[in-house]
């Protein structure tokens, strides 16, 4: 059975960082890209980052761009995700997803599997 599990999120203030974890289990991870999501409260879930098998390749949405940093580590079953200089905005619940196949690794339709988020939450 595949379990994704998140953890790292929590409280901070405007400027600090926080770093978030995928553990995963019941999939070989190099086998699958992998993404974090997020959705603010009364708002659709939307593509926050992504990196491709090996980790060589990583996509951004504009606004993580040059903030976060996903990461992954395929011996450990990991995935990070590194938030910097987080904003009121960045407010959300964070959710890590697998994507097996070649779709478009910013659409949700693309991905497998789901973790159950962790809450971040920015005051300002």
């Known amino acids: 059975q595949v379990h994704l599990v998140e953890s790292g999120g929590g409280s901070v203030q405007a400027g600090g960082s926080l770093r978030l974890s995928c553990a995963v289990s019941?999939?070989?991870?190099?086998?699958?890209?992998m993404g974090w999501f997020r959705q603010a409260p009364g708002r659709e879930r939307d593509f926050v980052t992504g990196i491709n098998w090996s980790g060589t390749y990583t996509y951004y949405s504009e606004s993580a761009q040059r903030r976060f940093a996903i990461s992954r580590d395929n011996d450990k079953n990991l995935v990070y995700l590194q938030m910097n200089s987080l904003k009121p905005e960045d407010t959300a619940v964070y959710y890590c997803?697998?994507?097996?196949?070649?779709?478009?690794?910013?659409?949700?339709?693309?991905?497998?599997?789901w973790g159950q988020g962790t809450r971040v939450t920015v005051s300002s």
């Open positions: 019941g999939l070989k991870m190099d086998h699958y890209r």
């Open positions: 997803a697998a994507a097996s196949g070649f779709g478009n690794i910013k659409s949700m339709a693309t991905y497998n599997f």
